[in-house]
């Protein structure tokens, strides 16, 4: 959470933590944490979003056309197919990205409540997710 969601830099996390800089670079290798960055970056409405966007434009460039010639083509359809399948997959399935976003969202809520807690609770997430790629 200190490297992906709040972006400290290693020495950060390492004082943080009470480890080396060293230790917290092995975690970040081991731990793909440059993944999941990039991966949370990206939202999956955003991804969704941009998904919606190309079927419109599509469909735009479709409709412009003069009349009679107002309807996909063979590799237009089939790319408007592939998007909208790709939307049904993202718009159902829950991925790693989303279940850390929600993992944050109730640490940092659990933080408030009780802190000791939220650490042990921490460890066993970190474990879960790790388990979960």
Do not use: C, H, P
């Not at 709040?6 to 731990?31: D, F, H, M, P, Y």
């Not at 999941?36 to 190309?54: F, H, M, S, V």
């Not at 592939?82 to 809520?109: C, H, N, P, Q, Y």
């Amino acid at each position: 959470m200190l490297y992906v969601k709040e972006n400290l830099t290693q020495k950060e996390i390492a004082e943080k933590v009470g480890s080396s800089r060293q230790s917290v670079n092995k975690w970040i290798s081991e731990g793909k944490w440059e993944e999941l960055k990039a991966g949370l970056t990206l939202t999956k409405e955003e991804q969704i979003k941009n998904l919606y966007r190309q079927v419109g434009e599509l469909n735009r460039a479709i409709l412009e056309r003069e009349d009679g010639q107002r309807f996909a083509s063979a590799s237009e359809a089939d790319t408007i197919g592939k998007l909208s399948a790709a939307i049904r997959k993202m718009e159902s399935d829950t991925g790693i990205a989303d279940m850390i976003s929600v993992g944050i969202k109730f640490l940092e809520w659990m933080r408030k409540a009780d802190s000791d807690r939220a650490r042990e609770f921490a460890e066993y997430w970190d474990m879960f997710i790790k388990d979960q790629m």
